[in-house]
Structures are given as structure tokens and as C-alpha cells.
């Protein structure tokens, strides 16, 4: 997650000086071997190392794609192109946790790695054969110091966000100083590209207010994504007891939603205004967070898999009309800086998620249990019913565990719920942002397949 978080903004600079069919089919051969060696590997270090390389090379592929396809239709088509696009995009995060773990159960946890061997062939075949190549701008300069200070802001601020938790937060001085060296890497670099010649990224990409504004969206859409991906294996598997590979199976709804939800947008795509689809969106995401809150340790797995298309929906009908916006008024020399910036800001959005969700999830079911806690004792009716009936025997040390790990279990409970709340409010606060965005404005004409002549 950091290398690509970190190589991702490289895309557009890469993309101009080599072209961007040449880039596409190198990231795509570095990813694949990247991914061989990681499912070789011998030791953790190896891992790692293999990791970092396959995070380096993968960083540009979502970008390099979304580029190529909105490069290849005309404006008034960007819609259902991004719904095509977006299959892969949304669905894959989705249903990849469940292909891993049947992969993992069946074979081994190396064929995770193992399968994207003949992905990678056939993706460089279709590459090689039906992707144009672009100019090549050999007199656009590199920008070594604007790179260095983003890749030092990103790197030390994922990093950051990746021990936070593990570290105690700010009660760390490693953590205290991954912050200051981001806060300070990203000030140095704003001055520096609002002051050089020609900066790392062109200051010109946030004149366009549908771009900034769907930036923001997709930081908040990444956050509630991944955040929610992040909390329900562990709900699923270690609360409420699924197996894991129920847990996968559970989680597929989700993806399904998502995928009809790519459909429905691809048909609607220069028919509607897509300021409205967005809408539907986050109020669907709103309404299966809210509906999340309900849950309870006796859920049972139709109630969630109900919620999970209709989560899936939401973030579907968000996704691909808050891309089709973002590019509908961005001057085309800007999208591979625009892609690349685009893919970030859903990628950092849901590392922030992911950690704020996981630091609240642990301090929230502390607080839980210390309150939970404080109502066991002589004079809680409740208790004493629960006791006199065999529930629950207080005068035996095993008896006294078994309380104390039903209130974590419930205090857990509350946690996650409280978890679910706070991304549907973060859902709800972004409907405003929506009437910021302006109405592309090309002709609505009807959708069909493009043809040769």
C-alpha cells in the first residue's frame, strides 16, 4: 500500500516521456513477475521486499486503464465506458476476499499470488493488440524535488496510518514523528509547486471545480469502502462465529450489488443527469449503514447479506457517475495526472478508513466493557434472575470467565455498531457536497456500442 501509494502519482510523468501503451505493458509484466516472486518467497523479509515491488508496479495500472477508456470514447459515452470500467474496479476489492480465502482453503495461500500469471498474459496480449500508443513528450521535465517531498509526505503518512494503532497513536514518538515529517513534506511541497516553473503536478488540475469537488467524494467513498471491508470479516468470523469461508461467501452480495448497480449506470449514461445517480448512492450507502446499526449477535446471514447489496448498490451508483463527473470538464492532457490523483485520494481515503475504524472499533469496546462492567453486581435484578435460573455461575473461577467474555462479546457488539454509524454519517455529510458539482455539459444521446466504419 505504500510503494503504491507513492508510485501512483508517477503515472502521468511516466506516461508522457515513455507513452502510455509502452508504460502499460511494463507495469503489467513487473506486477505479474512481482506477483510470481511473492508466491515464491521463502521468508517474510522476501515478502515484503516482493510486496513493495509488486505495490511499485501496480500503482499505475487503475490510472493507465481509466485513461485509456476515457481517451477512447467521446465525452457523451464516458459513462457507460467508466460502468464497464468500474466492474472491475469496485467488484474486484469486494469479491477478492472470497476467491483468496477459497483459494487459500483449497490450494494454498501462494496460489493467491500465483493466479495473476495468466491475468498478466492476457492482459499484455490485449494490450499489445488493441491499445494505441500516445505521443511521447520528450521535452517535459521531470520534477525530482516535487516527487521526493510527495513521496515523503504519502510514505510517511501511510506509514503512520499503518502503525498507528499497534504504537498507541500520538502516545508514540514514532508516530509523532511520521506526522510531523508528513504535515512538513506536504507544506514544502505545496509551496514548491505553486512556485517552480514546471511542478511534479500542474496547480491547473484543481481549477476545474468537478474534479476537486469528486476528489473529496472519493476520499470519503475509499474511507467508507475499505472501512467497511476491513470490519466485517472480523464481525463475521471472530463475534459472531461465521467460518471463514462463510465469511467469503457472505461478503459476495456486496459485489453483486455493486456489479448491478455498474449495469443499471451504463444504460442510464447520457440519459440522466449523473449529479442525481450519485445521490441515490449515498443515500442507499446511508440507509445499509443505518440498517447495520442494528445488528445484533443473533443476526443471521440473510440480514446481512440484505444490507450488503444494498451497500453495494450505493457505492455503485457513487462510483461511476462521481468518475464520469470528475473528467466530464478536465482538459484531456490533464488525465493522466487526473486518473493517477483520482486513484490516490480513493486509496488514502480508505487507509484513513481502515485505521480510524480500527482504532475506534478497540477503544470503543474498551470503553464498552468498563461500562458493561460496572452492572455486574448484587443488586442488577437481571443478574441474579440469570443466575438463580443456571445461566450463569459466579462462584466458580470458570464461571466468572464465561461473564466477563459474554460482556466483552457484547461490548464488541457496540463497538463495531458504533463503527457503523459514524460512516453513515459520513455518507449523509457528503450529500451536500453534490450541489457543488456542475452538469457536464455535452448532449445527452442515446448509448450503444461503438463501431468501426
Known sequence: MVAAAIFMPLTGFLAARLGRKRLFKWAVVGFTVASMLSGSAQSLNQLIVCRVLQGMFGACLVPLSQAVLLDSHPRERHGAAMALWGLGVMAAPVLGPSLGGWLTEHLSWRAVFFVNLPLGILTWLGLAAFVP???????????????????????????????????????????????????????????????????????????????????????????????????????LHNLLGFPLIDVGNLLVPRGLGTMAAMFVVGRLAGRLDMRWLILLGLALTSLAMHEMTQFNTDINAWDIARTGIVQGLGLGFVFVPLTTVAFSTLAPRFRNEGTALFSLARNIGGSIGISAMATLLARNAQVGHAALAENINPFNLALRQAVESGAHDLSTAPGLLALDAEVSRQASMLAYLQDFRLMMWVALICIPLIALLRRPGWAAVPVATPTAD
Do not use: K
Open 133 to 235: 500508443e500516445t505521443a511521447v513528450d520528450r521535452e517535459r521535465r521531470f520534477d525530482g524535488l516535487g516527487f521526493g517531498l510527495l513521496a515523503l509526505a504519502i510514505g510517511a503518512f501511510q506509514t503512520m496510518l499503518d502503525r498507528g494503532q499497534s504504537q498507541a497513536w500520538f502516545a508514540s514518538a514514532e508516530v509523532v514523528a511520521e506526522a510531523l515529517l508528513a504535515g512538513l513534506a506536504l507544506y514544502l511541497f505545496l509551496v514548491h509547486s505553486f512556485t517552480h516553473a514546471h511542478p511534479f503536478i500542474e496547480p491547473g488540475l484543481f481549477r476545474d471545480r468537478n474534479f476537486s469537488v469528486s476528489l473529496l467524494l472519493m476520499f470519503f467513498t475509499g474511507a467508507i469502502l475499505f472501512g467497511t471491508m476491513s470490519l466485517l470479516p472480523p464481525f
